[in-house]
């Protein structure tokens, strides 16, 4: 199965949790204690979404990026003292 490129969106929540939304894959919530948490988490709805799509036989949003069709598209967070 290919990889896709899915954007998130992480939140810290006033109760001390992460919540990770998808703009490129409607339906897709996730929550965990930690970043890293929701992000795994995330993925783990993610590929669910998307062999949903593909086990039905509907298309997947034209958003959807295959992987192998990113070259230099990266985003990192970067924290920055003083």
């Known amino acids: 199965m290919p990889e896709y490129i899915v954007s998130l969106k992480i939140e ?13 894959l409607q339906g897709l919530v996730a929550q965990g204690r930690t ?9 783990d709805v993610a590929r669910k979404l998307i062999e949903s799509y593909i ?4 298309s997947l949003p034209p958003e959807m990026t295959p992987a192998a069709n990113i ?4 985003k990192i967070p970067v924290a920055v003292t003083g």
């Open 12 to 24: 810290k929540l006033d109760e001390g949790v992460y919540l990770a939304t998808s703009d490129t």
């Open 35 to 43: 970043i890293a948490e929701t992000m795994e988490i995330a993925q």
């Open 55 to 58: 086990e039905h036989g509907d």
């Open 71 to 74: 070259i230099n598209n990266i």
